[in-house]
């Protein structure tokens, strides 16, 4: 079975992909961590797998890049409905089934929890059928406090487990303070807005200020 963390969010661009870049730059030389996309909408324009590879300088190994790949930028429902194709969960997963022991998954979702992926699942059955637990992206914006606390309920009545949450935009100590008192969660990271994200920037944040706590230390290293 897979070990490692889905990177979910509380929305679709709320900064997944630059954070699971991120932490192939804090976490990368500690253990050995493998990308993974299972659902991609706006496809070839929008491809996180290969910005991953890019922010993060990924070697081949470090993606896998197996997975459904749609061209409308939809929800999964219906990229998948233009598409001409029904997303079956069980299709989904196969790549989960063959993970090698030894690497921990960085899985992104698409958009945030209660994503439909078709007319029966939604992207919380897609977490909790890989058993693997959660990490939060969210804004530090005005909204940040309640989009984050019901992403949190979603998944807690799912019973998935929360690594963590992290931050992106203009540090608010207010906000971070509350989402975690709230929320009963540990605020591994706040990002801030960068004037252009690249994999140097990505790195000294990343080294410097991503989970000092090595929180996810457990998660990622074990
Ligand atoms: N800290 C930051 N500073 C500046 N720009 C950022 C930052 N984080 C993310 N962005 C930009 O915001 C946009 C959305 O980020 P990202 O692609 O990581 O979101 P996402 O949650 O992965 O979106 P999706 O739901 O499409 O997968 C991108 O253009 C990205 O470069
Ligand atoms: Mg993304």
Same mark, same amino acid.
């Given at each position: 079975?897979?070990?490692?963390?889905?990177?979910?969010?509380?929305?679709?661009?709320?900064?997944?992909? #630059?954070?699971?870049?991120?932490?192939?730059?804090?976490?990368?030389?500690?253990?050995?961590?493998?990308?993974?996309?299972?659902?991609?909408?706006?496809?070839?324009?929008?491809?996180?797998?290969?910005?991953?590879?890019?922010?993060?300088? @990924?070697?081949?190994?470090?993606?896998?890049?197996?997975?459904?790949?749609?061209?409308?930028?939809?929800?999964?429902?219906?990229?998948?409905?233009?598409?001409?194709?029904?997303?079956?969960?069980?299709?989904?997963?196969?790549?989960?089934?063959?993970?090698?022991?030894?690497?921990?998954?960085?899985?992104?979702?698409?958009?945030?929890?209660?994503?439909? *992926?078709?007319?029966?699942?939604?992207?919380?059955?897609?977490?909790?059928? *890989?058993?693997?637990?959660?990490?939060?992206?969210?804004?530090? @914006?005005?909204?940040?406090?309640?989009?984050?606390?019901?992403?949190?309920?979603?998944?807690?009545?799912?019973?998935?487990?929360?690594?963590?949450?992290?931050?992106?935009?203009?540090?608010?100590?207010?906000?971070?303070?509350?989402?975690?008192?709230?929320?009963? #969660?540990?605020?591994?990271?706040?990002?801030?807005?960068?004037?252009?994200?690249? @994999?140097?920037?990505?790195?000294?944040?990343?080294?410097?200020?991503?989970?000092?706590?090595?929180?996810?230390?457990?998660?990622? @290293?074990?």
């Amino acid at each position: 079975m897979m070990r490692g963390l889905f990177i979910t969010g509380t929305g679709t661009n709320i900064g997944k992909t #630059v954070v699971s870049a991120s932490l192939f730059h804090r976490y990368r030389l500690l253990t050995e961590l493998r990308y993974w996309k299972p659902v991609q909408t706006g496809f070839p324009e929008d491809d996180d797998t290969a910005t991953v590879g890019r922010l993060a300088r @990924c070697h081949q190994r470090e993606i896998c890049d197996d997975g459904v790949r749609l061209k409308q930028p939809l929800s999964p429902h219906l990229a998948a409905a233009y598409g001409g194709v029904t997303l079956n969960l069980e299709a989904l997963i196969e790549p989960s089934r063959s993970w090698p022991a030894t690497c921990r998954a960085l899985v992104e979702g698409a958009g945030g929890v209660l994503v439909p *992926l078709s007319s029966t699942h939604l992207m919380s059955d897609l977490i909790s059928a *890989l058993a693997i637990p959660s990490l939060i992206v969210a804004t530090s @914006c005005l909204g940040t406090i309640n989009h984050t606390l019901l992403t949190l309920e979603a998944l807690r009545t799912r019973a998935i487990g929360v690594a963590g949450v992290v931050l992106v935009g203009e540090p608010n100590a207010d906000n971070r303070r509350s989402i975690e008192t709230y929320g009963n #969660v540990a605020v591994i990271g706040e990002m801030p807005r960068f004037p252009t994200v690249n @994999c140097t920037i990505l790195k000294r944040w990343a080294e410097t200020e991503l989970d000092r706590a090595n929180i996810l230390e457990s998660y990622l @290293c074990r």
